[in-house]
């Protein structure tokens, strides 16, 4: 019951974002100091009321949105003037943020659906009552009066309504007060409180930024705070963005930094599309789009400074249709590095699985075999005797090694598969490895003893493992692997969807075989002593 209740209450508060977005509204009020400690380090506030009556919105199933609220509130969606969003200082005691929810009708707590709110378990804040939310027992609302309803944690909710009462405002809370709140949405943050967790993230990521980006770092720290207005409707100022500087000669050095910036990343995006590029003359069309609409953008994003205003607007709704042409243009790019990246990673699981083949063998003269009982019942994976090769003792330690995979015991374990068997692009079930070894007569088996000196094909003519298709995924412990001795190995696969898959041969090394493999040559090359001489 919870789990609808939340669908249909997310359902309605996207319907209530998007009509809001788009939208404008011509009134103009401030975001006020109200309801925001001195923690607050973020405030964003939504005209809804406005935007819901504006014709734009026409389209929207605003009604489902009313019918929803009613139901359970006993107030409509456009009854909701504003809704504001407070957001204090990361902090471990829970959820640091609330929501303030002004109406223009009067709520009766007594039309709150009971299924939503639980009105047995009410707190008193200071003569205010709050009642806990089922979905989320952390978080709890207060109806402060008929016409003001505020949602946060119970610590949150004492704060954001001891600011309401006078308390002292931090530098949020001074400068929302004379900001203006204009159009349909309206963000403002500050940066202060917020420099030491960003300087943290930046040195932890420093060492993996380029050094031509090192100078971006700087950022935080010339910036007091940012601001963002958006409306949809006006042309020339659908989206505002506006950087307040410490100073104007820290503004001159953010500019500097975010032009230099921007121009990296161009020349980084526009590299990696000409790697991706055909060389017909298609492709050098597509490339020369490229070159000018990264010019377009990197031209509207490039910040107009005033003293020690940085200033950013765009037209949200321009040009929809070029964005569109463009995420088509780019969507192969993206696929293909993607793609790439998983190769890459599946290949890396694959050298470390084989890495630890050999360490094995050079610890015991033999391969890794499944483990058996003394009557050769196999009961676990060569998986899991290459754990202590794999940085994975302590968990080969809490195996039952002279019980099967499934005994009560050994099936907890099944869930703690180590990531080197996890395949990076496939979604299978946990507890699943594609990553296995080519089972039959005469292949690399791990059925039975074997030692290197077996592979009389070569060492770097024969497969020791693959990657499977994910309908073939086995669970990592079970002593089972993929049985390629029919006469047709290629065809269990392919499925038509993979270009593609790796093999670990049994030098260690790691290649791609293509599905353009001749099927003579990748049988031979799944034999160990088969004698085809082959050229591969």
Not at 26 to 51: F, W
Not at 388 to 396: A, C, K, T
Not at 419 to 435: E, L, R, S
Request: aromatic share 6%; charged share 20%; glycine share 8%.
């Amino acid at each position: 019951m919870h789990h609808f209740v939340i669908a249909r209450f997310a359902a309605v508060a996207a319907t209530l974002c998007l009509t809001a977005v788009t939208t404008a509204q011509t009134k103009q009020d401030r975001i006020g100091n109200e309801y925001l400690p001195a923690d607050a380090v973020a405030t964003a506030v939504l005209s809804i009321s406005d935007t819901m009556a504006s014709p734009a919105v026409e389209l929207y199933p605003t009604e489902v949105a009313d019918a929803w609220c009613k139901q359970n509130f006993g107030v409509e969606a456009r009854d909701i003037d504003q809704v504001k969003l407070v957001v204090g200082a990361p902090a471990p005691i829970g959820p640091m943020f609330g929501l303030v929810v002004s109406l223009k009708v009067d709520l009766d707590v007594k039309n709150i659906n009971p299924s939503l709110v639980d009105m047995q378990r009410a707190v008193d804040f200071d003569g205010h009552m709050a009642y806990g939310l089922r979905a989320m027992p952390e978080m709890v609302m207060c109806v402060k009066d008929p016409r003001t309803v505020l949602i946060a944690s119970e610590s949150y909710l004492a704060s954001m309504l001891l600011a309401d009462k006078g308390a002292p405002n931090g530098a949020l809370g001074r400068i929302a007060g004379s900001t203006q709140h204009t159009g349909t949405l309206t963000v403002l943050t500050v940066i202060e409180p917020l420099r030491p967790l960003i300087d943290g993230l930046v040195q932890m990521q420093a060492e993996q930024l380029p050094p031509q980006l090192m100078k971006l770092a700087r950022i935080p720290n010339l910036i007091d705070a940012v601001l963002m207005r958006m409306d949809l409707q006006n042309s020339g100022d659908g989206m505002k963005v506006v950087m307040f500087a410490g100073d104007v000669a820290k503004a001159d050095e953010c500019l500097d930094t975010l032009k230099e910036g921007m121009q990296l990343g161009q020349q980084m995006f526009l590299a990696q599309m000409n790697q991706v590029a055909a060389d017909d003359p298609v492709g050098q069309a597509a490339g020369q789009y490229m070159q000018r609409l990264s010019d377009h953008y990197v031209e509207m994003m490039t910040p107009e400074q005033e003293g020690r205003r940085l200033t950013i607007t765009a037209d949200v709704s321009q040009n929809m249709a070029t964005q569109g042409v463009l995420i088509g243009l780019l969507l192969p790019a993206v696929q293909a590095a993607r793609e790439a990246a998983r190769r890459m990673s599946s290949s890396n699981n694959l050298k470390q699985i084989a890495l630890a083949i050999h360490n094995h063998h050079a610890a015991y003269k033999k391969l890794p075999q499944n483990i058996t009982s003394e009557d050769g019942k196999p009961l676990l994976s060569w998986r899991v005797a290459i754990l202590p090769f794999v940085d994975e003792y302590e968990l080969y330690k809490e195996f039952k090694l002279d019980e099967p995979w499934d005994s009560r015991h050994n099936i907890k374990l099944l869930g703690r598969m180590p990531a080197i068997f996890k395949h990076p692009g496939m979604a299978i079930a946990p507890g699943t490895t594609v990553f296995q070894r080519p089972v039959g007569k005469g292949l690399m088996s791990p059925d039975g003893e074997l030692r290197f000196r077996d592979v009389t094909d070569g060492m770097s003519s024969t497969i020791m493992g693959l990657e499977s298709l994910g309908k073939d995924a086995v669970k990592w412990t079970k002593p089972e692997d993929i049985r390629l001795d029919n006469g047709f190995p290629l065809n269990v696969l392919q499925d038509g969807t993979r270009q593609g898959f790796h093999v670990m041969l049994a030098d260690g090394a790691v290649v791609f075989i293509t599905n353009q493999i001749d099927s003579a040559l990748f049988k031979g090359l799944l034999t160990r002593s088969g004698g085809e001489g082959l050229d591969f």
